[in-house]
């Protein structure tokens, strides 16, 4: 199976609700989300590499909630379909937000200097990120409150924004917090060349 046709057949059993399938239709045929890289050089900075992140966050959150202690001491259950919206979409923001250009760099067999492609940002809707993926999402199908507070602070401390008001967010909202441990596992554990 592709990661396409898993990344749809997670979507389509679990997302059910009003405006789903507009969505899925948008990313299939009005953007590059299938294409798209998930970053210029962090991780996963290749084509389809915005989809494999995705799968590998979708993965790293059911993980995390299946544990037992988590879902218990810390109240924290999610529906499937909540689940896979919160991991699938969290990076919506970085639909059509890459273009391809280009950097010399120098061959080191022959010395010369040679044009490669490499990914840049063209942010045509720079509305932030977190809060961007929100917006996105809600211009087809309604989040939950939960739902639209993981996906906005999914990037938890290693986000821009002031420290007190992303430890308020994560403490209020547990998923907010399970979904930024699952995308940092996914970046920096699965998906870094280091």
Known sequence: MTD???FIK???ENITRDGADKLLDFLENKSDFFTAPA???YHNAFEGGLLRHSLNVYHCL???LERERVSREYHLTAS????AIVALLHDMCKVNFYKVGWRNVKNEQTGQWEKQPKYEIHDTLPYGHGEKSVYMIS???RLSREEAMAIRWHMGFSGIEDKNTIGQALAMYPLAFALSVADMEASYFLESDN
């Open 139 to 141: 211009g087809f199908m």
């Open 39 to 41: 970053s210029t050089r």
């Open 80 to 83: 499937p379909e909540t689940a």
């Open 62 to 64: 059911c993980a995390y």
């Open 4 to 6: 396409k046709e898993e």
């Open 10 to 12: 997670i979507y389509t």
